[in-house]
């Protein structure tokens, strides 16, 4: 269904605009030669992609700063990107090849289809494409505001990639400093509690509930860094523990377990507090039934196993088909 209001968006966004010259499309969307110094900091000038984050850019009106510098191995570089949007940031590494920009995995190598530089008249300007998951068209500037000369090549570059038209980002990179109730909350601990003793979820208490002041801290936290309003968790773990016989048909309760959430927590118990390795066989087991019940419960079968994106196909076929192998030759 989201495939198809996006195709549908860029067909009506395109059917009006005169396609740009073959040979004008040829030369912008070549690779550049040779990448410039990316050390410093670029502004994100305007994105294009597909509909769903074209809407995203367009509500929300993010402005965006990359401050990139390079580390001691060669071609490697930090990339602090910051939104002027809650205060949001992110760090990442990520490797340079030629004209090629690719992730940094945990092992310290080149992860991920590779974003290419393409070509651009601008000249502090460098735009990036890149196609991992969804298209993604990006001019970024030393500047704060370019030309209307080479925003419109942006443009043109765009549509030769079938993309709709650019969003432009708000160019006011001044943030306002955190107010003092955010810069305490967001403080780590200078020392971690006793990890012997048992927590219970909510909230990472002792007790199984909180007061409702203490609740109110735990939002004001989330809020502070951009999140949603906390979903407050069900106190009545017995329910989970020894279900009756109605509750066992209910299906959040199995979500309770079947989740990332779980399996990530079971790893932890193993690396960092020695539990048996045994533990990592239920944590596996639960991340395969958690992708199986992400793809089954989709509210739209068709996008989830699209062909659009071969790749993302392929890889859910083959989660079913272990989900297939893995039930058959289960034991108990």
């Given amino acids: 269904m989201m495939k198809t209001l996006c195709v549908a968006a860029l067909v009506l966004s395109l059917s009006s605009v005169c396609q740009p010259a073959p040979l004008a499309c040829e030369k912008l969307l070549q690779p550049v030669d040779k990448a410039p110094d990316l050390s410093g900091r670029w502004y994100v000038i305007a994105i294009s992609s597909s509909c769903i984050l074209q809407l995203v850019a367009r509500v929300l009106l993010p402005s965006v700063h990359v401050e990139v510098t390079s580390k001691e191995t060669p071609n490697v570089f930090d990339y602090l990107i910051k939104l002027k949007m809650h205060g949001l940031c992110a760090n990442e590494t990520f490797f340079q090849e030629n004209n090629k920009l690719m992730d940094e995995d945990s092992n310290n190598t080149a992860d991920g289809d590779p974003d290419l530089l393409l070509q651009t008249g601008c000249s502090d300007c460098i735009v990036t494409k890149g196609d991992s998951v969804v298209d993604l068209l990006v001019l970024f500037s030393r500047r704060t505001n370019i030309t209307a000369a080479e925003l419109k090549e942006f ?23 955190a107010s003092l109730a955010c810069e305490k909350l967001l403080q780590p601990v200078d020392k971690a509690p006793d990890n012997n003793k048992l927590f219970d979820v909510d909230s990472n208490s002792r007790r199984r509930n909180i007061t409702a002041a203490e609740l109110k801290e735990f939002e004001t936290q989330a809020e502070c860094l951009g999140l949603a309003k906390p979903q407050v968790l069900d106190s009545d773990h017995a329910a989970a523990i020894e279900p009756s016989h109605f509750d066992k048909m209910k299906v959040s309760l199995a979500l309770n377990v079947f989740r990332k959430a779980t399996s990530a927590g079971l790893k932890y118990m193993v690396q960092q507090e020695n539990r048996p390795l045994s533990y990592l066989t239920t944590a596996w087991f639960l991340e395969q039934v958690d992708r199986w019940f992400d793809l089954m419960s989709s509210r739209h079968p068709i996008t989830v196993l699209s062909r659009f994106k071969m790749e993302e196909y392929q890889k859910a076929i083959i989660v079913l088909q272990n989900i297939v192998h893995l039930f058959r030759g289960i034991k108990i």
Avoid: I
């Fill in 155 to 177: 443009e043109t570059q765009a549509e030769c990639l079938g993309l709709a038209k650019p969003q432009v980002l708000d160019s006011d990179h001044v943030c306002q400093p």
